[in-house]
Nanobody
Framework: QVQLVESGGGLVQAGGSLTLSCVAS????????MGWYRQVPGKQRELVAG???????NYADSVKGRFTISRDNAKNTVYLQMSSLKPEEKAVYYC?????????????????WGQGTQVTVSS
């Protein structure tokens, strides 16, 4: 069983930056895919970025060049650095873990979810 706890959400002005953190209970060495999804009310949850145990990352096209995902297996933590934020990126951001597979756009989601953290971008 894996438990994920996100933090770092909040209010930021358009063009600003924010860093989200997700701490996993237990060892992350056994978890292959870690990633961040976001969900806007009335829309499907979408993958923003994923990273494998070995550090291979992938991003949604809409965030490439602005967001950076990283993980520290020793600290059981995955991060999402977001910059040049846009008002339409206001959403609840969720941490997700798939013990067996990488998290990629269009691919299967993991079994484990955090509770979500709200990101609000003001215009």
């Amino acid at each position: 069983q894996v438990q994920l706890v996100e933090s770092g959400g909040g209010l930021v002005q358009a063009g600003g930056s924010l860093t989200l953190s997700c701490v996993a209970s237990g060892s992350m060495f056994s978890i292959n895919g870690m990633g961040w999804y976001r969900q806007v009310p009335g829309k499907q949850r979408e993958l923003v970025a994923g990273i494998t145990r070995r550090g291979i990352s992938n991003y949604a096209d809409s965030v490439k060049g602005r967001f950076t995902i990283s993980r520290d297996n020793a600290k059981n933590t995955v991060y999402l650095q977001m910059s040049s934020l846009k008002p339409e990126e206001k959403a609840v951001y969720y941490c997700n873990a798939n013990p067996h597979r990488a998290l990629v756009v269009g691919g299967p989601v993991g079994n484990y979810w955090g509770q979500g953290t709200q990101v609000t971008v003001s215009s």
